[in-house]
C-alpha cells in the first residue's frame, strides 16, 4: 500500500509540475468556454430553436460534454502518454521496476496520479455549466448524469492511454496509439448509426446494436441524455478494468 | 549454492529479440563480497545487473537473494536489493529530500523509519546539504550521490551498481569511489565497469564479462595467479626459436622484444634465460617473474591476446 502511494504521489507531482498539464487544462477551458459563448448566442439568436433541442441544459450543456469528450480524445493521450513510456525514455523507469512495488501497485498508482489532473480538468469544465445556473434554471439531473458520463469516459480514456503507455519507450507512440484506439472506438459509433440489418441464415442480424455496446461512445451518449443506467456504468468499470488488467499482465511480463 | 550465500544466480539467459544478450550466467555472492564485472561496452554487464535486480526477465534461470526466489517472490527478494543503473533514476522536477523519501516509500519504510532512513542515506553518501536542491539542477557527481542514497536508504544487503562513475571528472570519481569503499564495509557489492583501474582499486572478486557470458570469476588478487617470467631483449629472438630453445615452452610475446614465458617462481628459469641470452648474444635488458596482472587475465580471458602471439 505503502508503494501504491509512493507512485500515486510521484505521478501526480510529476503532472502537476509539468507545463504540459496546465497548457492541456487552459486549452481545454478555452475551447469549451468559447463553444459555451457560441452556444448561448445561438440561443440568443434564436431562442425558438431551445423548444426543438429539449431546453438550455440538453443543448448547451449536453453540447458542451460531447464538445470536451472530443477535446479529452487529444488531450489524455498527451497527458497519459508520460505515465510510463516517458519514463522509461528518461530512464527513471528502472527505479519504480527494481523496487519491491507489485506491478498492480505501479499501474494503479499511475492511473490515480493521472486521474488528478483530468479531475481537475473536468471540474473546471463543471464549472461552466455551474456558472450558467446562476443566470438560467438548469435540469440538474441532467447535469449530473452529464458529468458523471464525462469523468466516466474521461477515465477510460485515460486507463486506454496508460496501457498503451506500457507498449513502448517512445512517449509520441503511445500517444498515438491510444489517440488511434480511441478514434476507433468513436468511429465504430458513429459506424453504429447506419441502419443496415442483414440476415445471416434466416435470422435478423443488428450489428449496429453491438457495435453501440462495444464502443464507450454509446454508452456515454445515454449518460449524456440524462440517462443512467447501472448496465453503463458496470460497463464504464469493466472497460477501465481490463484496460488497467492487461497494463499490470504486460507489466509482468516484461519483469518475469 | 551455499547456505550462505547472499545472491546466487544459475544458468541465467536473456536476449534481445534475435540478438544473443548474455547466456549461461552462474553468479554467487557472500555477505562482505566485493564483486567486480569486468568487461568491454556491450559485454553483457549492464543486462546481468539488471536481471539481479529484477528490471527485467530472465529468458531462463534462476536467481534467488537472501534465500528468496526473485520470480516468485519478487516482493520479498527486492526488499535486498539496492541498485543504482547506469543513468541514475532520478526524477529531475523532485527535490534531493522527496526523491529519498520516494526511494524509501517504495521500499516499504513505515512512515516512522522513513525520515531517519533519508537522513543516514544522506549522512552516508555526504550530501546533507543537498536536502531542498531539485535533481535537476545538481552536478552530475552529485547526482551519482543521490543515486547512490536512493540505492542504499533501505539498508539493502546486497548493492548493485552498474558503472558508478561513469561519465565523472577526475575529482568526482575519486570522491564517488572512496564513497563506494566506505560502502562497502556495510554493503555486499557487484560494481561493473568497463575499466580496469576502477575494478581493480574496489573489487575483492573480479568476474569477467566477454560476449555475454562469464569468462572468469577469481578473487582480485589471486595467490593462485600464473608467474611469469619476462624476457626483455635489445636483440631479441623470434618467439618459435626461444620456445624450441625452452624445450617448447610456451612464449607469448607481450610487446616488442619482450616475451613472457609461464614459470615456477623460484629463480631456475630465470637463470635458463640469463644463460641463452649470454651465450646467444641478446642484448639482455631485463628479467624479472611477474604475476598475472588484471589486465593480463582481462586480455586472456576475452581473447585480446592474439593466438599467433602464443608459441
Redesign the interface.
Known amino acids: 500500500m505503502?508503494?501504491l502511494?509512493?507512485?500515486w504521489?510521484?505521478e501526480t507531482?510529476?503532472l502537476f509540475?509539468?507545463p504540459l498539464s496546465w497548457m492541456l487544462a487552459a486549452m481545454t477551458q478555452l475551447m469549451g468556454g468559447l463553444l459555451l459563448v457560441m452556444t448561448l448566442t445561438d440561443i440568443q439568436n434564436n431562442p425558438q430553436s431551445l423548444a426543438e433541442t429539449g431546453g438550455v441544459t440538453v443543448y448547451a450543456v449536453g453540447g458542451l460534454m460531447r464538445f470536451i469528450t472530443l477535446v479529452l480524445v487529444l488531450v489524455v493521450p498527451l497527458l497519459t502518454m508520460r505515465c510510463i513510456a516517458e519514463e522509461r525514455k528518461q530512464?527513471?523507469?528502472?527505479?519504480?521496476?527494481?523496487?519491491?512495488?507489485?506491478s498492480s501497485a505501479l499501474v494503479l498508482g499511475k492511473f490515480a496520479g493521472v486521474m488528478g489532473p483530468l479531475t481537475l480538468i473536468w471540474a473546471l469544465v463543471a464549472a461552466m455549466p455551474l456558472v450558467l445556473a446562476t443566470a438560467t434554471p438548469l435540469d440538474m439531473g441532467i447535469l449530473a448524469a452529464g458529468l458523471i458520463g464525462l469523468w466516466l469516459i474521461t477515465a477510460c480514456f485515460a486507463a486506454l492511454g496508460l496501457l498503451a503507455s506500457t507498449l513502448t519507450r517512445e512517449p509520441s507512440l503511445a500517444a498515438a496509439i491510444s489517440l488511434t484506439a480511441i478514434l476507433l472506438a468513436w468511429l465504430a459509433y458513429a459506424v453504429s448509426s447506419v441502419d443496415w440489418q442483414p440476415t445471416v441464415l434466416g435470422a435478423t442480424l443488428d450489428p449496429a446494436a453491438v457495435i453501440r455496446g462495444i464502443s464507450p461512445i454509446g454508452h456515454l451518449d445515454r449518460l449524456l441524455r440524462g440517462l443512467i443506467a447501472l448496465s453503463d456504468l458496470v460497463y464504464f468499470a469493466a472497460f477501465v478494468a481490463a484496460c488497467l488488467a492487461l497494463a499490470v499482465l504486460r507489466l509482468d511480463?516484461?519483469?518475469? | 549454492m551455499s547456505a550462505s550465500n547472499l545472491l546466487a544466480a544459475t544458468g541465467l539467459a536473456y536476449d534481445y529479440g534475435r540478438h544473443r544478450g548474455v547466456a549461461d550466467i552462474d553468479l554467487a555472492l557472500a555477505p562482505g563480497e566485493v564483486v567486480g564485472l569486468l568487461g568491454v561496452n556491450g559485454a553483457g554487464k549492464s543486462t546481468i545487473l539488471?536481471l539481479l535486480?529484477?528490471?527485467?526477465?530472465p529468458g531462463a534461470g534462476r536467481i534467488e537473494i537472501a534465500g528468496h526466489d526473485l520470480?516468485r517472490a519478487?516482493?520479498?527478494a527486492?526488499?535486498h536489493?539496492g541498485?543504482l543503473?547506469e543513468?541514475?533514476?532520478?526524477?529531475r522536477?523532485?527535490s534531493v529530500d522527496?526523491s529519498l523519501d520516494?526511494?524509501a516509500?517504495?521500499?516499504?519504510?513505515?512512515r516512522a523509519k522513513r525520515a531517519d532512513a533519508v537522513a543516514a542515506a544522506k549522512r552516508d553518501t555526504d550530501i546533507q546539504d543537498l536536502g531542498r536542491r531539485l535533481i535537476g539542477g545538481l552536478s552530475k557527481g552529485m547526482a551519482q550521490r543521490v543515486g547512490l542514497a536512493?540505492a542504499i536508504v533501505h539498508r539493502p544487503a546486497l548493492l548493485l551498481l552498474d558503472e558508478p562513475t561513469s561519465g565523472l571528472d577526475p575529482s568526482q570519481l575519486h570522491a564517488v569511489r572512496a564513497l563506494i569503499a566506505r560502502l562497502s564495509t556495510k554493503h555486499a557489492v557487484i560494481i561493473s565497469s568497463h575499466l580496469l583501474a576502477e575494478i581493480q582499486a574496489m573489487a575483492n572478486r573480479v568476474v569477467i564479462v566477454a560476449g555475454g557470458r562469464i569468462v572468469s570469476d577469481r578473487p582480485a588478487a589471486d595467490p593462485d595467479a600464473p608467474i611469469w617470467i619476462e624476457l626483455q631483449c635489445a636483440r631479441p629472438p623470434s618467439a618459435a626459436h626461444l620456445s624450441q630453445l625452452l624445450d617448447g615452452a610456451a612464449v607469448q610475446t607481450h610487446a616488442p622484444g619482450t616475451f613472457r614465458i609461464p614459470g615456477p617462481a623460484d629463480a631456475s628459469m630465470r637463470e635458463r634465460l640469463a644463460d641463452l641470452a649470454h651465450a646467444h648474444d641478446w642484448g639482455l635488458i631485463g628479467l624479472a617473474s611477474v604475476a598475472d596482472s588484471l589486465e593480463q587475465r582481462f586480455m586472456q580471458a576475452t581473447g585480446a591476446i592474439p593466438q599467433e602471439s602464443q608459441i
Open positions: 505503502t508503494g502511494a509512493g507512485v504521489r510521484l507531482r510529476r509540475v509539468s530512464g527513471t523507469w528502472s527505479a519504480l521496476m527494481a523496487s519491491p512495488v507489485t511480463a516484461e519483469r518475469r | 539488471q535486480a529484477g528490471t527485467l526477465g520470480a519478487p516482493t520479498l527486492k526488499r536489493i541498485y543503473a543513468r541514475p533514476a532520478l526524477y522536477e523532485l522527496e520516494l526511494a516509500r517504495l521500499q516499504g519504510l513505515p536512493q
